[in-house]
């Protein structure tokens, strides 16, 4: 079974530029998370969506910070402008909905941005 | 707030020694609990969960945890860890699906 597929794995851009990343859930999963990572500390959840809707996306700077996931499938994060701050890892995971609560969630190898 | 809080930034062990990697969490209720590693340049992999039941976890790669409810500790042990071992460490907890909250994770360096 394929893992959670995401690219690209590195990005290097100017400040303001626009940048894209995308993620391919584990097939079934319904539900997926994108997060930040930043160095030396633990992932921040950014958006959830179960489906193809957003149940949280709270902690979404939405001034330059948008997402989709328009099938309910795959999805794609993007920052537009960008800031030198947003450099870190965005990480993207799926699971599938446990009527019990707290999914286990399943992590891709994530997403390493660089602002210069 | 609710929160999960990973008292040890760093900590080094022997190979072949022992680990116990502190976690604690500070939720209302009984919270659901994981341990996550992450090897440099990959996602986080699941070491193991809790939810309900026993309170002494089995994850794989020889791990286990114990939910400890009157410390509010949710520690990852390991009997005798090898250089693979060597990584970061990420408890994490909640309440509802998908609201995990991530503790800022211990690194862990294993000597020859």
């Known amino acids: 079974e394929a893992g959670v597929v995401q690219s690209p794995r590195y990005k290097i851009i100017e400040k303001k530029q626009p940048v894209a990343f995308w993620c391919n859930p584990i097939?079934?999963?319904?539900?997926l998370y994108w997060y930040l990572q930043n160095l030396g500390q633990g992932p921040e959840l950014l958006i959830r969506y179960e489906n193809e809707e957003a149940v949280d996306d709270s902690q979404l700077p939405k001034d330059r910070f948008s997402a989709e996931r328009l099938k309910g499938v795959d999805s794609t994060l993007k920052i537009q402008p960008a800031e030198l701050g947003d450099s870190a890892v965005y990480l993207c995971?799926?699971?599938?909905?446990?009527?019990?609560?707290?999914?286990?969630?399943?992590f891709g190898p994530g997403t390493r941005l660089t602002v210069l | 707030a609710q929160s999960v809080t990973q008292p040890d930034i760093h900590i080094t062990v022997s190979e072949g020694a022992s680990l116990e990697l502190r976690c604690n969490y500070s939720y209302g209720a009984t919270p659901y609990l994981f341990w996550y590693v992450q090897s440099p340049g990959q996602g986080l992999q699941l070491l193991l969960k809790y939810f309900s039941g026993d309170t002494l976890v089995q994850g794989i790669k020889g791990f286990e945890a114990e939910f400890k409810r009157s410390q509010s500790s949710f520690n990852l042990r390991k009997p005798s860890v090898h250089w693979s071992d060597a990584a970061e460490y990420f408890c994490a907890g909640g309440t509802n699906a998908g609201k995990s909250t991530f503790g800022d994770g211990t690194t862990l360096t294993v000597k020859p």
């Open positions: 995971a799926s699971s599938l909905s446990n009527p019990e609560g707290a999914d286990t969630q399943y």
């Open positions: 097939s079934g999963h319904n539900t």
